[in-house]
Structure formats: structure tokens, C-alpha cells
């Protein structure tokens, strides 16, 4: 169980990062992405916060092994 919940938190961080990675992309091509250029600091914000997330669901599952 404490395995698959370390899966689940990588999994999370990824989606995360890739959500508002596309949103920051989208941002600075032109497009207004999801929301518009306003939400660069959440965008950012999100960004390290599903890296840290990533960092420490795969840490633990490490620890695991």
C-alpha cells in the first residue's frame, strides 16, 4: 500500500507539471493558455511545488526498496 501511494504522488506531480507547464507555454506563444499572462507566479509556483512533490514521493519510494 505504501508503494502504490508513493506511485500516486509521482504520478500527480507529473500531471501537475505538465498542466501548468503547458499553461506557462501557452502563457508566452501568444495564446493566453488556460488562464492569461497574470498567473505567471502560479504558474511558477505550481511548477516547484509538483517538483518537490516528485522529489519526495520519489525519495520515499527509494526508501521503500
Request: glycine share 10%; with cysteine.
Amino acid at each position: 500500500m505504501p508503494r502504490l501511494l508513493c506511485l500516486l504522488g509521482l504520478v500527480v506531480a507529473g500531471l501537475v507539471l505538465l498542466l501548468f507547464l503547458a499553461d506557462l507555454a501557452l502563457s508566452f506563444t501568444g495564446s493566453g493558455g488556460i488562464f492569461s499572462y497574470p498567473s505567471l507566479m502560479m504558474d511558477i509556483a505550481f511548477i516547484v511545488a509538483s517538483a518537490i512533490l516528485g522529489y519526495l514521493a520519489w525519495s520515499a519510494l527509494k526508501e521503500l526498496k
